[in-house]
């Protein structure tokens, strides 16, 4: 008995951000204000109490590739 396949349908693309324009400004204003992402993931720590070990490196990559230097 042969079974038939059914070809599986490509992934959807997604939408990259579910934010909000106004939350994504926000967002780039404490980017601006606590130069970068690292700096922005300890704020969010320190003020929430969330913290996302996962991040880390991915954050630090982010801010090299953007050459923001810590002070």
Request: aromatic share 8%.
């Amino acid at each position: 008995m042969a079974t038939s396949r059914t070809a599986k349908k490509p992934p959807t693309k997604r939408s990259t951000s579910k934010l909000t324009p106004e939350v994504q400004t926000e967002i780039r204003k404490m980017l601006g204000t606590l130069k970068g992402y690292e700096a922005c993931h300890t704020w969010l720590y320190e003020t929430k109490g969330i913290w996302i070990p996962e991040l880390v490196p991915v954050f630090k990559k982010l801010d090299k590739m953007l050459e923001i230097s810590k002070r």
